[in-house]
């Protein structure tokens, strides 16, 4: 599976869209982009993932460049309960039994 | 719905003493999935099952054994505990066909 890499922290103010990017150059044409996030002390939750195309979901937006090697997790109007830990992960359907690899994600601040 | 939910919340054992860890999930899935989290890093997967009477070895299986006797639960069992195995213990499942995979609350476990 592709390495990602994320910027360690992020602030975001109450209200304002948070974006969160997520580097993925070596990524190969048939993984998966994943975001997760884990607020203090529970488990990851599953936040959106996609392919190619955009998506958009109750939680969040994701946002894939052309060339895949990047993208960026929008949280249109963050909240204090969105301070979190977010992770961007590649995921091949076929080879890795669907395994998760996390890195150390980008923890994400939203001030009032 | 209760999701998945892990047995128990805390523990603390001293050194050379054994334990399982129980995670039970009640949404039919067919994968499950044992991952620890040391403070400032992300998961890391220790072992999973892809059915019932399955399990297999994931990046840190040593030190662990698992059992999937029932296909709702998963057991992680601690030999012979150790002071590395100090940890925050997170259980998964999910689907066959959807790779979003749902976390339990975690266990924290003290070795000492």
């Known amino acids: 599976d592709a390495k990602t890499t994320q910027p360690p922290s992020m602030d975001c103010a109450e209200g304002r869209a948070a974006n969160l990017p997520c580097n993925h150059s070596?990524?190969?044409?048939?993984?998966?982009v994943y975001w997760y996030r884990q607020i203090h002390s529970q488990g990851p939750q599953y936040i959106i993932h996609?392919?190619?195309n955009n998506e958009t979901n109750e939680m969040a937006s994701l946002i894939i460049t052309e060339d895949r090697k990047s993208s960026t997790l929008i949280l249109p109007h963050a909240t204090l309960r969105d301070t979190a830990v977010y992770y961007c992960?590649?995921?091949?359907?076929?080879?890795?039994?669907?395994?998760?690899?996390f890195g150390k994600g980008t923890k994400l601040s939203v001030k009032p | 719905n209760a999701g998945v939910t892990q047995t128990p919340k805390f523990r603390v054992l001293k050194t050379g003493q054994s334990m399982t860890l129980l995670c039970a999930q009640d949404?039919?899935?067919?994968?499950m999935y044992w991952y620890r989290q040391d403070p400032g890093m992300g998961l890391r997967l220790i072992h999973y099952?892809?059915?019932?009477?399955?399990?297999a070895k994931g990046e840190v299986p040593d030190g662990y054994n698992v059992s999937r006797l029932k296909k709702q639960n998963f057991l992680l069992g601690l030999e012979s505990a150790a002071p590395s195995q100090t940890s925050v213990y997170f259980c998964a499942s999910r689907r066959i066909e959807g790779y979003e995979q749902y976390f339990g609350p975690g266990t924290r476990l003290t070795v000492t």
């Open positions: 099952s892809v059915g019932e009477g399955t399990t």
């Open positions: 996609g392919l190619k």
């Open positions: 070596t990524i190969s044409g048939n993984e998966y």
């Open positions: 992960i590649a995921l091949n359907y076929g080879g890795s039994q669907g395994n998760l690899i």
């Open positions: 949404m039919n899935h067919e994968y």
